[in-house]
C-alpha cells in the first residue's frame, strides 16, 4: 500500500466544500470555541484509521499502490468539525 502525495484538482474542491460548510455553520451558530471541534475532528481521524486497517485487512476493500492520497487525511479531520457543528445545530433546535 502506498501513499502518494499527488492528487487531482477535484480533492481541493472537496476540501473548499468542507471548510465552506464548517466555516458557514460556525458563523450561523456563533460558536467560536475551536478545543471540542478539533477533539472530535482528531477523533474521527483515529476512527477512520482503524476503519481503514480493519476493512484492508478483511479484504472488504484494497488500496492498489499508488492509490491512497495523503489529502484523505484532512478530509476525514474536517469531516469530523463539520459533523460536530452539524449535531449541535440540530441539538439546539
Known amino acids: 500500500m502506498a501513499i502518494y502525495l499527488q492528487w ?22 456563533k460558536n467560536w470555541k475551536l478545543q471540542t471541534q478539533l477533539i472530535v475532528g482528531s477523533i474521527t ?15 472488504i ?5 499508488g492509490n491512497w492520497p495523503l489529502i484523505l487525511w484532512p478530509h476525514y479531520f474536517l469531516s469530523g468539525m463539520v459533523a460536530y457543528q452539524i449535531v449541535k445545530t440540530v441539538e439546539k433546535k
Open 61 to 65: 476493500w484494497n488500496y492498489v499502490p
Open 8 to 29: 487531482g484538482f477535484g480533492w481541493y474542491y472537496v476540501t473548499a466544500i468542507l471548510l465552506a460548510v464548517w466555516i458557514g455553520l460556525m458563523f450561523y451558530r
Open 45 to 59: 481521524v483515529i476512527l477512520a484509521f482503524f476503519i481503514e486497517i480493519t476493512a484492508v485487512s478483511q479484504g
